[in-house]
C-alpha cells in the first residue's frame, strides 16, 4: 500500500465492518478497504482487490456492444475530486468478472454515491464510494412507476446522510491519528534530545529502531539502527541482559538492573571490556495491547562501580590490618556512635566488630566505664588530641587496665568524629602495683627481706621481658601504624568526595595529597615488616625437609654478591659436616641471608672484612657458626641484639627486624641462638637447628 494512502488500523476496521456495500479509495483510484456487504456485491475477496487500481479491478466488458462505462464512472470521480463535493453516479452497466482469474463476465448495473473526505487543510484524502447493485431495480421498473420513483428519492437522501456521517467519522479518526503522529513526534524528538541513553527495540527480533545519541556514544564505532540487537552487540547473545529483553518482549513485564556486568569488544584494538550499565527495560504496546517492542533505558555505570570496588578494597585491606593487630581500633562520630571497630572488640565485649556499628559508646562499654572517658570523649570531639591510661569497670567481672589515644577528625574546619586506639596494659599495671605492695611488704617486713627481694629480682626480670616485648609492639601500633591508618582513611574520604580538577590544582590539595603519599609509603614499610612477624608468631610448625645446606649458602651468596664485592668481604664456607639438615628451606635461607648480610653490613674500616661459615653436629642439633671480624658491639648492644625494631647502629639501612626474625625462626623450630661479640673484634653467631 503506497505511503500517502497509509490508514490507521483503527479506519480500516470501523469502514470495513459497515452493514452496506462501501468502497474506500485514494485520489489516485487505489482500492484501500472495503465492507464486507461491498466484497459481496462484486463477489471478490479484499485480499485480491486491496492496493490495487479500481479500473485495473474492474475493467470494461469487451463483449458489449458499447464499452466505455468504466471512462464514465472515472470521469464522475475526477469531477468529485475537482469539486471536491459529494456526487450520486446515474445507473451504470458494468459488468464484474465472476472471479479475479475468470475470462467470463456477468451482468451488473449498478447505481454508486462518491462522497470526499477532506482534510484540515481543504485536500480530498479518501473518496468513499457505495455502490448497489441496480440489475434487479431495472427488471421491476416498469411495474413500480412513480411511487417507486419517490421511495428511492428518500432512499436517496438517507444514504446521502449516511455517507455524510461515515465522511465525518472517518475525518475524526485521521485528525485523531494525526493528533497521535505529532504525539509521537514530540515523544520522539525529547528521547533523542534527553540526555540519558535512550532506545526503542522493534518486533520480534528486537531491531534498533530509534537510538539517541546518548546511546550511541555507549557503543561507538558500531552500527545499531536497522540491526537486530544480537547482530549490533553480538557480546549479548548468552548474557542476562538479552534473556530479560526477551522476557520483557514475551511477558510485558518491566525489568530493571542496577549495575549488570557485560564484557564488550572494543571495535578499536579487540580487548574484551568489563563494563557495568544500569537499565530499564520496558514493553512498547500497539494499539491492539500487543508487545510490540521494548524501550530501554541504560546508563553506563563502570566507573562508578570500579570507584566503588577500589574504596571496598581498601576498606577490606584496612580491615585486615588492623583486625592482626592487638589494639582496639575503632571510630566514633559526633554523636559517639561507632562507625569503624577492629576484631580485637569482639574479645572485649562479645560483639562481631559489625554488630558495633551505629551503636553508642556508652551502651557498648557500660556506664560507668562510660563516666571514666566521658571528659576526654568531650575533649576530642572539641578538638585535642589525647593520650592518657584509665581503669575501665567495663563489667563486674571484666576490669582492663587501657592505654589510649584520640586522635580528632577534622573536616573542614569541623570535629567529624575521632579515632580511638585502646592497647590493653592490665598485666604489667598489675603487675607494677604487686610489686609495689610487695615493695611496702618487704620495708615492713625486714626478716623476709631478702627472700623477698630475690622474688621481687625474678619478677622485675619477667616484668622487663614482657614489657620490653609489649612496649615495642605498642609502640609500632599506636605510633608507626596510627598515622599512616588515619591517613589512608582520609585517603579514601577524598576519593570518596570526587574533588574537581580545579580543586585538585590547588596548592592546598597538593600539598594534602603530598602527605598521603609520604604517609603510605611509610605505612606500607611497616605492615611489611609487621606482617613477616605476625606469620612467624603464628607459625608453630613449619613444614620441614631435607634441605642442602651448601646450595643453600651458594644461593643466598649469589644475592649478597653485590654486597661482599662492594665491601672487599671474604666469605669462606665449611659445611662438610652438615651435608644436609632437616628444615624448612625458605626459614633456613632466611636465617643465612640474615647473619650474613648483618656480617658484611656491620663490617669494620679498619681491617679487610671476612666472614666464615661453618656447620658442625652436636648431640640432636646442627650447629650453624657465622664468624666475623667486624664492628662487634658491647653488653648494651648485646641486650637490645634480638629485640623488634632494635637497630645498634645509624650509618647502614636497616629495619631493626631481622635478628628478631632469625631468633623467631629458630625457636619456632625447637632450636636456640647464641651470640659472642666483642666491640671493635667481630662477632659470632651460633644457631642451634634440632635434627
Known sequence: MPKAVCLHPEILQAFEALPDPYLLLSPDFTILTASKPYLQVAMRQLADIQGKNLFEVFPDNPDLPEPGSTARLR???????????????????????????????TGKNRNALATPVLTASGEVHYLILRVEDATAQETNGTREGKGAAQVAARQEVKEQELEQRVADRIRELQQAKAETEAQRNRLQ??????????????????????????YARLFPGRQLLGKPIVEALPEIRNNKVYRTFRETFDTGI???????????????DGIQEDRYFRYIQQARFNEQGQVDGVVVFALEVTAQVEARKAVEQSVERLQLITDALPVLIGYLDHEEKYRFANKAYEAWFSMKPEALLGRPVREVIGDKAYAGVKHYINRALAGERLDFESKMPYREDFVKYIKTSYVPDVRNGKV????????????????????????????TLSEKLEATNEELILTNAQLVRTNVDLDNFIYTASHDLKAPIYNIERLIEIVLEFLPAEVMATAEVKQVKSMIEGSVQRFKRTIEHLTEVIKLQKENNPKTEEVDLAEVISDVRLDLLPQLEATGTRLSVAVGNCTTVQFSQKNLRSIIYNLLSNAIKYNSPDRRSEVHISCDRKEDYAVLTVRDNGL??????????????GRLHDHVEGAGIGLYMVKKIVENAGGHIEVETKAGTGSTFRVYLRG
Not at 525529547?190 to 527480533?205: F, T
Not at 599495671?429 to 610487695?438: C, N
Open 189 to 214: 524528538q525529547l528521547l533523542m534530545e534527553a540526555p540519558a541513553p535512550i532506545c526503542i527495540l522493534s518486533g520480534e527480533s528486537l531491531v534498533y529502531e530509534l537510538v539517541n545519541p546518548s
Open 416 to 443: 567529624a568524629g575521632f579515632y580511638t586506639l585502646v592497647s590493653d596494659v592490665t598485666e604489667q599495671t598489675l603487675a607494677r602495683l604487686q610489686v609495689e605492695q610487695r615493695g611496702k611488704e618487704a620495708r
Open 254 to 268: 518491566t525489568h530493571e538492573e542496577m549495575e549488570l556486568l557485560i564484557p564488550f569488544i572494543s571495535p578499536e
Open 75 to 105: 470521469q464522475s470521480l475526477e469531477w468529485v475530486l475537482e469539486h471536491m463535493q459529494a456526487q450520486r453516479i446515474a445507473l451504470t452497466r458494468n459488468d464484474a468478472k465472476e472471479s479475479i482469474t475468470s475470462t467470463a463476465f
Open 632 to 645: 662487634g658491639m658491647n653488653r648494651l648492644g648485646r641486650e637490645k641484639l634480638f629485640t623488634m625494631f
